[in-house]
């Protein structure tokens, strides 16, 4: 059981490094403009597309993990990351910062994947609750935590320092999975081909299209207040950077209590409670 419980951990924390990483220079937006000499936009759209990479291979990667194996998915896409990382730190341009920030998406995509996939390989049934849970409370901190650190770290460094930091802590991911992460796929799985037609297949149930567009609208909502936000607190208010930073930790301290006191509502009917929603 304790084995279990720490390649949960491993795996989900792979997971958190995606999202964490989207939003970690975003209190730095107007500062990394100024570096780059280039327009907000494209700093703004260093993000997004980031965001872009990280969605889309999830199809790519869901496939690859059922025919080639969770543990050497897993290992690959941190590879890919830490290398793109690298490539940022050295960027002096917005293109090229451009070019790496999408392969770090390409490259840790992989690790909610793999994270989800090996939640599922060992827990069942009711077990899954606690570190889906888990799963679910560090995906959501990503995004939120990511400006806070990024904040503080800005105080000292400029935002080169950023990537440093990504990298060390990259590093011990890849040597916890590494060492750790065996591989747990089923050897009585078959190999499963994804298409679109999948979604489009989701999209015609009721629970399939509503929940994926509370995603959406949630995810919408969190990641135009990640990107405008700084520009606001910089020319209304003229916060420091690490004054930036800590804007964004009332909303991680809410997402933290949120899961919790959703991880409290077992008996809660979901079904019924999406059925009740306009759309």
Known sequence: MKHRRLLVYLVTLAAFLGPFSQTIYVPLIPEVTKELHTTPFLVNFSISIYTIFLALMQMVYGPLTDSIGRRKVMLSGILIYLVATIGCYFSLSIESLLVFRSLQAIGIAAGSVVA????????????????????????????????????FLSASFDFHMIFIALICVGCIIFAGNFIFLHETKPSTSKKQNFTFSDFLTILQNRIGYTVIGLGFIQYYALYNFLVFLPAIMSERYALSVEQKGLVFLPLSLGIVVGSFIGGKMRKYNERKGLYTLPF
């Open 116 to 151: 989800v996939t090996v939640i599922g390989d060992l827990f069942e049934g009711k077990e899954r609750i606690q570190p889906m849970g888990t799963f679910q409370m560090l995906v959501s901190l990503g995004p939120v935590l990511g400006p806070v650190v990024g904040g």
